[in-house]
């Protein structure tokens, strides 16, 4: 009688304690309208030779960012305009702005800009497979404890969801460049990045272990 009443028990809790694993998301949408779409989908073709009818992606990856600013508020002010301003080096290859479908502000706490599946522009190459996870911080702003703590909540949902296969911060992109996972039309098309840095990786991986995410 006293298994029975711990098993019942146990299923009970059971589910809270999945639904306790799924990370608190702000929603705050960028523009996404019909101009975005196509610019994406010309992205798609132009960009990574992928023909498609809607600018969605098939998410296996996840990559981490750094904003290089101190402000959710300035980060969104940057991503919403669907047109890039400035940044030649970019705009040569399109003139659809960048973007990111999460960004974790510095304590903790997580936003959404796009749908996880919806394309967005933050990793050469790879867009094509990539969710984008940008984190308020950079060289003169150290990301924090809070902020690894999130994207690990955040990584293991997605995970949950979508066969993500590789985990990897931004400065580690180009190692797939002669792999069959990089999907760019101009071999000579890529920047160095330096986010979010070595160590902040390190200890995100240390606390991912049990999932078996791959780099490279």
């Known amino acids: 009688m006293l298994m029975r009443f711990y098993l019942k028990f146990i299923f009970i809790l059971f589910p809270v304690f999945l639904c306790a694993q799924t990370p608190t998301v702000i929603q705050k949408p960028i523009i996404w309208n019909a101009e975005r779409e196509q610019l994406s989908l010309d992205y798609l073709k132009n960009r990574h030779g992928i023909v ?19 402000s959710v508020q300035a980060t969104f002010n940057t991503f919403n305009p669907v ?4 940044r030649p080096e970019l705009r040569k290859a399109s003139a659809l702005n960048v973007s ?12 959404q800009f796009l749908p996880d599946t919806v394309f967005a522009r933050h990793t050469i190459g ?24 999130a994207n690990e909540k955040l ?20 190692a797939f460049r002669k792999t069959k996972y990089w999907k760019e039309t101009d071999p ?4 160095s990045k330096s986010d ?14 049990d999932l078996k995410l791959l780099s490279l």
Request: proline share 5%; with cysteine.
């Open 52 to 70: 498609q009818q809607t600018a969605i992606i098939k998410p296996t990856m996840v990559v981490v960012h750094w904003t290089a600013n101190n």
């Open 126 to 149: 790879l867009n094509y497979c990539a969710i984008g996870i940008e984190n308020i911080g950079g060289d003169k702003y150290p990301l924090t404890g809070k902020q690894l703590k």
């Open 100 to 111: 990111s479908q999460y960004v974790i502000d510095r304590d903790g706490t997580i936003y």
């Open 155 to 174: 990584i293991r949902y997605l995970k949950s969801k979508y066969p993500i296969d590789f985990l990897i911060g931004h400065h580690e992109y180009r």
């Open 196 to 209: 979010p840095g070595d160590a902040f990786m390190l200890k995100l991986r240390e606390n991912l272990t």
């Open 83 to 86: 047109l890039l301003p400035g």
């Open 188 to 191: 000579e098309y890529f920047t």
